[in-house]
């Protein structure tokens, strides 16, 4: 027994859902995907710098010698997989939000 009169109601219970605004709608959406764009980016540097020097570290072991030039892993891995997923995440983000921004537009 939660509540023990029966008339009583909560406040959570009996809130009236708030309308957004357009300004609040749109500018949600272009700030969540300029920070899932740049944590993609992120997210993406950092796995092709830690491909790029696994393979430097496998390729200096096959041939026994030291790894010399790891700047090989940040041309040639990391910032083209960075730049990758950095334009997929962008795309993917844009068209989601967009649809969210329409869908909730629509509904005002």
Do not use: W
Request: hydrophobic share 55%.
């Amino acid at each position: 027994m939660l509540y023990p009169f029966k008339g009583m109601s909560t406040a959570v219970a009996s809130r009236v859902k708030a309308r957004r605004s357009a300004i609040s709608i749109v500018s949600a959406s272009v700030v969540r995907t300029i920070v899932f764009t740049v944590t993609c980016t992120g997210l993406g540097m950092g796995l092709g710098l830690f491909a790029g020097i696994l393979v430097q570290v496998v390729r200096s072991l096959m041939h026994r010698n030291a790894p010399i030039d790891m700047t090989v892993a940040y041309r040639f891995f990391a910032f083209p997989l960075a730049a990758i997923c950095g334009v997929s995440a962008l795309v993917v983000f844009v068209v989601l939000e967009t649809r969210t921004a329409r869908r909730l537009l629509a509904a005002r």
